[in-house]
C-alpha cells in the first residue's frame, strides 16, 4: 500500500490610509476598525484541505473543515507548517474562525491567496494563546491558509476546526459536470460506499471493453459499472483496458472501514492507465484526485512523450514499455550494476545516508523507517535545513531527484499524486480519508 496508516487583530501604519493590497489575484483592505458585521455560513466547510504534513492518517487536513469538533489536524512536530483550504471560487472574506488543540502556534499568519501560490496577510502575531480566536478581517482571494512559524509545546501544530466566513466561494458540493457525468442516478451503497466506475478513454476502448476486478469479481462496465464496496482492509481495485487480463492495466488501493474510505491512486510502482477518483460523503465533502483533465483529453502518445520532453535523459528509459512507464526503483537501470545505479550516491553520502540509488526511490534499507529523509531525498531537500523541507516551492529545484515523481505530481489536481512511497510526507500524495462516504467514482482513461 503506498499510504500510510489547533489576540486580537493586530493593525499596521497602512490601516489608517485604508490601503489595499492586491497580490496573485488576492486583495487585503486593512482598515482602523472592526469588521462590520459578518453574515453568512462557513465558506470553508467540507472543502478541499490540503496541508504541509500530518502526523499520522488520523489527522488529515480535512478534518480541519468537516464541521465536527471531535475531529482535527496535526501536523509534524517541526516549524514551519500549513494548512490551507480551497473555498472554491474567489470569496470576500471578514472573518476566520480559529479552534486551536492544545498543541497551538504562538506565531503565525492567517493568509490569503487568488491562485495558490502568492499569498498575503490577513492576520499576523508572535503571542498566540491558543484557544478559539475569531479574527474580523477584510480581503479577497480563492484559497486562505493557516501559516504557523512557532509552535506553544514540542509537538506539532493542530486544529480542530477553521471556519472561514464572508461572501462567495464555491458550493461544498461542486456540480457535475461533463467528466464525473450525472451522479443523481447512482444508487445507495448497502455496504460502505457505492463505486461507479467510467470510461474516460475519449472512444478508444467501449464500456465492453474497459474492466474492473475486485476480490474475485471481473466485470465490464457495459454489463456491470457499480461495485458496492465492503469493509476491507489494504484491498486493491484493478482496472483493464481491451481484455481481463490485458496489459494495459492499473489500479487504485484502500482500506475501507465499517464508515470510512481510506484511499488513493498510486504511480509508486509505475504507470499504467490514466485515473482520477472522486470521493462523496454525504456531509458534502467531496474532493477529487488523480491525473488532471488536460491528461485525460490527451492521448496516450502524447502523455508518453510529455514525460520524455520533462524528465532528463536518465529516465527516458523508463517510458520505452509502450504499456507502462517504470518507477525509478524498480527499473534495472537504477538498480545495483545498472547504468544509473549511482545517481544518488553522492547526494546522499552528503546527508549522511548510505543507501543504494534503489532504496531511495522506493525508500527502502534503513530509510524505510525515515519517512522524512527519504521524502527530502527524492525532492533534492535534504542539503536544506529541516524547516524547510515541507516547502513545496523548493521540491525538485535540482538534480539529484525523482523527476519520474515530479511529473505525476505536475500533471495531477492539485499538484497531488504518489510518486513514491513516503510522498504523504507534507500532505503531498493523492491520498483521500473521510466518514460516511456516499459514492466513488473512478476515472479510467488512455
Not at 460523503?281 to 484526485?289: L, R
Not at 534499507?365 to 535534504?382: D, E, I, K, Q, Y
Amino acid at each position: 500500500m503506498s499510504f500510510r496508516t489547533p489576540a486580537r487583530l493586530r493593525r499596521f501604519g497602512l490601516a489608517a490610509l485604508g490601503i489595499v493590497l492586491v497580490l496573485g489575484g488576492a486583495s487585503v483592505t486593512t482598515a482602523p476598525h472592526a469588521a462590520a458585521a459578518c453574515d453568512g455560513g462557513n465558506l470553508a466547510l467540507n472543502h478541499p484541505a490540503t496541508a504541509s504534513s500530518t502526523e499520522s492518517g488520523a489527522y488529515s487536513a480535512s478534518a480541519a473543515v468537516d464541521g465536527n469538533t471531535g475531529t482535527r489536524w496535526s501536523s509534524a512536530f517541526s516549524d514551519p507548517q500549513w494548512l490551507r483550504v480551497d473555498l472554491g471560487a474567489s470569496a470576500s472574506v471578514c472573518r476566520v474562525v480559529l479552534s486551536w488543540e492544545a498543541a497551538y502556534a504562538t506565531a503565525f499568519q492567517v493568509q490569503i491567496s487568488g491562485d495558490g501560490n502568492s499569498w498575503s496577510n490577513l492576520y499576523t502575531t508572535t503571542s498566540g494563546t491558543g484557544g478559539t480566536q475569531t479574527l474580523d478581517v477584510t480581503g479577497t482571494g480563492r484559497y486562505v491558509r493557516v501559516n504557523g512559524t512557532a509552535r506553544a509545546t514540542p509537538y506539532g501544530y493542530s486544529l480542530w476546526e477553521l471556519g472561514v466566513y464572508g461572501s462567495g466561494g464555491g458550493t461544498g458540493n461542486p456540480p457535475d459536470d461533463q467528466f464525473w457525468g450525472d451522479t443523481s442516478t447512482i444508487p445507495p451503497a448497502q455496504n460502505v460506499v457505492m463505486v461507479k466506475v467510467l470510461n474516460r478513454t475519449n472512444g478508444r476502448y467501449p464500456d465492453s471493453q474497459v474492466y474492473w476486478s475486485f476480490n474475485g469479481q471481473t466485470h465490464s462496465i457495459a454489463e456491470q459499472p457499480y461495485l458496492d464496496m465492503p469493509a476491507n482492509s489494504a484491498g486493491r481495485m484493478y482496472f483493464y483496458l481491451g481484455s481481463p487480463n490485458s496489459q494495459y492495466f492499473d489500479f487504485i488501493e484502500f482500506t475501507v472501514g465499517p464508515d470510512v474510505f481510506n484511499g488513493n491512486t498510486t504511480r509508486v510502482d509505475a504507470f499504467g492507465l490514466k485515473l482520477a477518483m472522486r470521493l462523496r460523503a454525504h456531509d458534502g465533502y467531496d474532493v477529487q484526485v488523480g491525473e488532471d483533465r488536460t491528461t485525460f483529453a490527451e492521448d496516450r502518445t502524447a502523455t508518453y512523450q510529455k514525460f520524455r520532453d520533462a524528465v532528463p535523459a536518465q529516465f527516458d528509459v523508463l517510458a520505452d514499455d509502450p504499456t507502462r512507464i517504470i518507477a525509478p526503483g524498480s527499473h534495472p537501470s537504477f538498480r545495483s550494476g545498472g547504468v544509473n545505479a549511482g545517481y544518488f550516491t553522492a547526494y546522499a553520502n552528503s546527508v549522511g545516508v548510505d543507501e543504494p540509488t534503489s532504496n531511495i526511490f522506493g525508500c527502502a534499507g534503513s530509510l524505510a523507517g525515515n519517512p522524512n529523509m527519504c521524502a527530502a531525498l527524492n525532492r533534492h531537500t535534504a542539503h536544506l535545513p529541516q524547516s524547510q523541507w515541507q516547502d513545496p516551492a523548493r521540491y525538485y529545484s535540482a538534480a539529484p531527484a525523482n523527476y519520474y515523481a515530479k511529473f505525476w505530481h505536475d500533471h495531477a489536481i492539485d499538484k497531488l499524486a504518489y510518486g513514491f512511497p513516503y510522498d504523504d510526507v507534507a500532505g503531498q500524495s493523492s491520498f483521500v480519508s473521510h466518514g460516511d462516504p456516499q459514492f466513488l467514482l473512478v476515472a479510467v482513461g488512455w
